[in-house]
């Protein structure tokens, strides 16, 4: 019987809240790759951790990624946080549920300060990390290669997240795969458009 070739996927969904959207560079099309993975991790039945920033000043995650709604794509934990990394006690505990050496895959905002600092957490812990980087942006376009190189030198995956879902099902054969490759080709438009915009380097 196939395996997958990543076993213990989980993904982290940081601070992409409504109120950031005027600010942050092609904030769209972050969204539109989170809602891919999210996808996708309802099919291959991975853990979702989320998080917002200092929630009662800058308000609730985006609608269309179905995190605060009962019913909708059923997170781990969606905790608020005034720390720039997403490791909160809150998270800290819920990943430590998960008995096992997690290979987290990260996508949201802002790439160089609450993504680094989440990865670098992560890594710390003894976490595989991987950095999707048509997932991450900043308000400022110029920080995100800077510090998608710095994670690169601190021992990061940075991948896609096209190159992220073949990688975690490894195998054609797995039973989820065409339910995978369906949301591959829904999202092919979003997913070239994403990477013109946001993998420019």
């Not at 601070?15 to 769209?28: V, Y």
């Not at 995650?61 to 934990?77: F, H, M, Q, W």
Request: with cysteine; aromatic share 4%.
């Amino acid at each position: 019987m196939a395996q997958r070739r990543i076993t213990n996927p989980a993904l982290f969904v940081c601070d992409l809240q409504e109120k950031f959207r005027p600010a942050i560079h092609e904030f769209p099309k972050v969204v539109a790759t989170t809602r891919k993975l999210l996808k996708a991790s309802q099919i291959l039945n991975f853990p979702v951790f989320a998080t917002t920033q200092n929630k009662a000043r800058l308000g609730e995650t985006c609608p269309e990624l179905g995190l605060d709604s009962a019913g909708d794509v059923k997170t781990v934990v969606h905790a608020d946080k005034t720390l720039f990394s997403m490791l909160t006690p809150e998270v800290r505990q819920a990943i430590a549920a998960q008995n096992t050496r997690l290979s987290c895959v990260i996508v949201g905002i802002e790439s160089h300060i609450c993504v680094t600092q989440t990865a670098l957490d992560l890594l710390e812990e003894g976490h595989k990390v991987y950095v999707i980087a048509d997932g991450v942006s900043s308000c400022n376009p110029e920080e995100v290669p800077i510090a998608l190189a710095r994670l690169r030198s601190e021992g990061v995956v940075v991948t896609t997240s096209e190159s992220f879902l073949y990688e975690c099902m490894g195998d054609a054969s797995i039973p989820e795969f065409k339910q995978i490759i369906k949301v591959v080709t829904e999202t092919k438009q979003a997913t070239k458009e994403s990477l013109q915009t946001l993998c420019k380097i």
